[in-house]
Structure formats: structure tokens, C-alpha cells
């Protein structure tokens, strides 16, 4: 189904209005420089309920989590606990700068 079938000011209209301007904001910044590469953001509304995101807020607040997330696991992998069970950073590079 087209966004364009939900009507205009539901959460889930807003939420792919809201995704969108994010992709099209990503797209203007690859179109200024040809060496960036930024990934675009699934609008499928089931896609992020599925996630339990239906407004622009739960996606801020999604992207948040996530992101904190991520930095603690890289945190943890950084000083010697991963949830891999492996312990400390993988050296096999080399020192690190």
C-alpha cells in the first residue's frame, strides 16, 4: 500500500513523512559530495512496528536506544568483555593508534 493511501496527518502518514525527509536530507548530502555513501531508512510502516515504532518520537527513540546500544558494546569489547565469551581486543592487527 502507498503512504500516500494513509490519511494525511495519522502517526503512521507522519512516521513515513519523517523517514523520508531523513533519506531525502541523506541523498542531498551524497549529491554535494560524490565520496559519501550513507544508507538509506526502510519506510515501511510494518517494518517498524514490527519494532514497536509508530511515531516520529518511538523512531527517535528507537535510533537512541540503538545507538547507546552500540556504544556499549564497543565499550565492553574495548575493555575486555564481548558476548562472545572472548576476552579482550583482537590484536591480530597490530598496535592499536
Known sequence: ???????????????????????????????????LWVGRLTNDPDHWADYGVYTPEDFERYLDNEAKHCQEKEARTFYGHTDDGLDGPDDSYGDYV
Not at 502518514?13 to 559530495?33: G, P, V, W
Open 1 to 35: 500500500m502507498s503512504y500516500k493511501n494513509y490519511e494525511k496527518y495519522s502517526v503512521t502518514y507522519q512516521l513515513i513523512e519523517y523517514i523520508n525527509k531523513i533519506n531525502e536530507n541523506a541523498q542531498s548530502k551524497m549529491d554535494e559530495n560524490p565520496n
